[in-house]
């Protein structure tokens, strides 16, 4: 309970901000803020350097070779690091003894050590893990430390408070009386909270610990065991928090095997076997939305949780301020090169055009104008960089210049992607936004999610059109995240009808120097399950309730109690 | 409002009862403390006897014919009574378009109207569903009142307290503010409670409303529409159910569309067309095993809660009282003549005998015993009639001659069935229990569900071993309830966990007039999940939460406010 009891402040202050879902963070956003930031800082560069080259220490069972084929963004060079290769009936055996001791335990002690999980990743791993980021994701530093740091952790402590929720809506016993003809029946009932088994993890190349670090305190939070499979390109930030949970769980007294990595390789994918194992129970899925329809349809009778991917999509009605509504989608459609979960791809404008306080702004004139704006923000290399980052995977560049191709020769390039020098890493791997003016003729080129720096600028015929289109688009293809730039009230209030019955996260009206698909914990939902892009929530009580049963066991009150 | 404020003490006294888990209802249990009961009870059945070979008026779209094949499991006579086919793209379309309107409605609203459909059940119509019950599903007129009727009201209401926690748990409205670099970011956020969209929820044959009632109220209750698919041979229990839905939201203001019937045949079912239909989102299936996995491995996109079957279990370790012991599960052997997916099946007895204060009690007194016990209950047609009612479906009686043949060859018979005569129904359709004596030779034989009342009484090696095979035997083949008699508390603590863990509600020594598989509405929990017997938690946030999505939308605060 001592870990409980440490952490029980931050955990109220948590459950409050789920409760009313305002802004709060026990973390500093800022890598400033971090205490004693510049030591801190080189010390997990330090930390992170000295891991390059060499073999990781992860102590697990069942391990039969070693891994690693891990490639910097940023320097195109190898990262050299090798991880242990297991065998994975030897992690389903060892995860599923290490279970009953877990599940037994209060849970407060299990809520305890899982504070304590994230809190030494966030004391003593931090900039390790910024570094591993970078140098697998690709991320820029500062989104590796607030979006793939701090707020990923966040995101862990949410899922622990709405896991918590969830468990206390069980009492642990009860008294029941009553007759029955001539006996008076008095049964004392117990209610277990009874894990549903272990649980496989997987997390994605680009943005591996928003998704996973809830995904994976869901289910031990409620008494499951987790085998984290992280995508071969990205492992370092998974190896570090697999390592992280082994440690603490150890030294509060439980199976460290509770955690542990399945890793593969992208010529020999693991995955369909870790699904389909016959111990697998739960399985949270990140990444392409084929593979995730595959876990949707196949996981049974693990359940499945799953975060894909769809078109993200923008309707442009009208703006009181035109300029600032496409500076803000210009940051957004560019920050970190658009290989987020939630970037805009597709904006659809009305034919007839824009309203604005000096009138309707044609199509051709807004469409050339967001172009401007994105090609503004990457004319300077260091603020390219800041924003845009690299390029997490080359077959992404291969995708741009598909798109490139067919794009002209449905429609026009707005804007022509072109690698920017990286000030710091002349190798990084880059890619300035490619933008591609289309109709809706051209709906099996934007309708799907194409990952990376390509949006689709589309000529509808009116803003209706433009809305009908969009969450049309979202609801058959998928779709997390909506932006909205309208002065009409009434067209307003259609969109976010229509965006929650097709299921996508609506923000409307944005400026200013918040990214338009920022998602903060404690506050926005994020996947809503109503579209194919998944049905991860994070969080509610559908994102935990069902990864526990409640078993009961009852039995007459013994004589004289 | 009204309906709302007009249950909310109800209300009230469920959620408490829910978070307690105490014995509550709010309706008395025998029919003879109804209002009113002796006119009640003839002007229902008197309502029942009208409806008999007449057309069922039920006014709902799509109506391309008529069908009806109900036959009385009392008088082996058809119902003559015919209900709607309708054409279920009709009904699929008419669901979705009532749906808006009450997905907007307030949650209140929705929950005052659908206490308000279980009072009216409770009040207009519950001796003519007693009747309707007896006369399709074949229970005796206590269980109909009781198990089909009050209980199951009870857990209609149970499941409305969990949804209302559930959609509870998400805030409407948020303001959140935070600082990005040089703005002030204010933002005021909507949360929607979005249904899923038209839930399909099939009823079974012999105990159709129990897991109906609360199937479509978790749906209902969360903004979705409902479409009935009752089983050819009880139809109409669900038809008035379902009239009775329409009515009350029809006057609550609602669209009654929200709840439809898709009536089959047995000929050309229509199950898995309702299931693939591509604006199904969710199924509720309570039914066979086999068709049960079948929707659970695909009904994807649609989510499925399953409540299918298995071999519900007996351990003898020992007894204080073994005559007690051996009566109690004598009479829930016969209740209903087995028929619920509560009775027990396999009783495992170990080789050396069962404890008692007089000694160990040999394998073969335990079996002759409780054959004995079985025996007496059946003896006198009118107390047979009370416990054990019809045999709903004639292949039972022909599964029954099946299993004794297989019996008799693998084992012994233990007691031999025979019809018995029902006093008030010479024709019913009755068969006292077959009991078969097996070893565990015999799995492929009891480690499934044999519908009816049809038990084995496995010779194990030891109490130990007992307990290991029967747990074993649940978790592979599934299991709802099991049941222990033990004097040794180490044995109970271990079957307490081992049970737990394969996920089956256990009862522990309970003796005297209550039936052993009795399972009461706010108290106890039915069906874990952890098993092949379904997933489907009567009631808990599992059962409910994912039945719906939240949907949020943001905008700046406007200046000023």
């Known amino acids: 309970m001592m870990l409980f ?51 990781f220490d992860l102590d697990q069972p069942g391990t039969i ?52 999980v994230l809190d030494t990743l966030y004391r003593e791993h931090l900039f390790t893990l910024v ?23 966040d995101r862990g402590i949410e899922a622990l408070v709405y896991a918590e929720e969830a468990m206390r809506a069980v009492t642990p016993k009860a008294g029941w009386e009553r007759r029955f003809g001539p006996s008076e029946i008095r049964l004392e009932k117990t209610y277990r909270i009874v894990p549903r088994g272990v649980a496989v993890c997987f997390a994605c190349a680009s943005f591996p610990s928003w998704n996973a670090w809830p995904s994976m305190l869901a289910s031990l939070a409620t008494g499951n065991a987790v085998i984290v499979k992280p995508h071969p390109d990205t492992v370092l930030p998974m190896a570090i928090t697999v390592r992280v949970c082994r440690q603490v769980l150890q030294a509060a007294g439980f199976d460290p095997n509770l955690v542990t990595m399945a890793l593969d390789t992208k010529a020999q994918p693991l995955g369909k076997a870790l699904i389909k194992h016959p111990k697998c129970a739960i399985v949270d899925f990140t990444g392409s ?117 067919e794009g002209a020769a449905q429609g026009r390039v707005l804007l022509e992607s072109r690698p920017y020098e990286h000030p710091d890493f002349p190798s990084a791997r880059t890619a300035t936004p490619l933008m591609l003016q289309v109709t809706p003729q ?32 979202v609801k058959e293809r998928g779709g997390l995240t909506a932006f909205l730039y309208a002065t009409d009230e009434d067209f307003i209030a259609r969109a976010e009808e229509a965006y929650a019955n097709a299921g996508a996260q609506l923000t409307t009206n944005l400026t200013g120097a918040m990214p338009l698909n920022f998602a903060a914990a404690y506050s926005d939902y994020h996947v809503t399950g109503l579209n194919p892009a998944g049905n991860a929530t994070l969080t509610n009580l559908a994102f935990v309730a069902p990864r526990f049963a409640v078993a009961q066991s009852r039995r007459p009150v013994k004589e004289g109690s």
Request: contains cysteine; charged residues 20%; proline residues 7%.
């Open 5 to 55: 009891d440490k952490h029980l402040p931050t955990l109220e202050r948590a459950r409050e901000a789920c409760r009313e879902r305002h802004c709060w963070s026990p973390y500093p956003e800022m890598p400033k803020a971090y205490p004693n930031a510049e030591a801190a800082a080189a010390s997990g560069k330090a930390a992170y350097e000295a891991m390059l080259g060499q073999p």
């Open 65 to 116: 070779g070693r891994l690693g084929e891990e490639i910097s963004p940023y320097t195109q060079a190898p990262l050299g690091i090798t991880y242990p290769q297991a065998d994975i009936d030897a992690l389903f055996d060892a995860a599923q003894s290490a279970m009953p001791a877990w599940a037994r335990a209060p849970i407060e002690a299990r809520l305890g050590a899982l504070m304590e």
């Open 131 to 153: 570094h591993a980021v970078m140098h697998t994701a690709g991320q820029s530093y500062n989104m590796a430390y607030a979006g793939s740091g701090v707020n990923a952790l």
């Open 289 to 405: 939305t084929r593979f995730g329809k595959w876990v949707e349809e196949n996981a049974h009778p693990a359940i499945a949780f799953t975060e894909t991917a769809g078109c993200n999509t923008v309707v442009l009605q009208g703006a009181d301020d035109l300029d600032a509504a496409l500076r803000s989608l210009a940051t957004t459609m560019c920050m970190f090169s658009a290989q987020m979960c939630t970037s805009p791809q597709n904006v659809y404008v009305p034919a007839d055009g824009v309203d604005t306080p000096q009138g309707k702004v044609g199509f051709d004139e807004v469409a050339q104008r967001l172009a401007d704006a994105v090609a503004r923000l990457v004319e300077d290399p260091r603020k390219a960089a800041m924003i845009m980052a690299t390029i997490q995977a080359p077959q992404t560049l291969a995708l741009m210049e598909q798109m490139r191709d």
């Open 442 to 473: 051209s709906r099996e080129l934007y309708g799907e999610e194409r990952f990376g720096p390509i949006s689709f600028v589309i000529r509808c015929d009116s803003a209706e059109d433009a809305l009908s289109r969009a969450t049309q688009d």
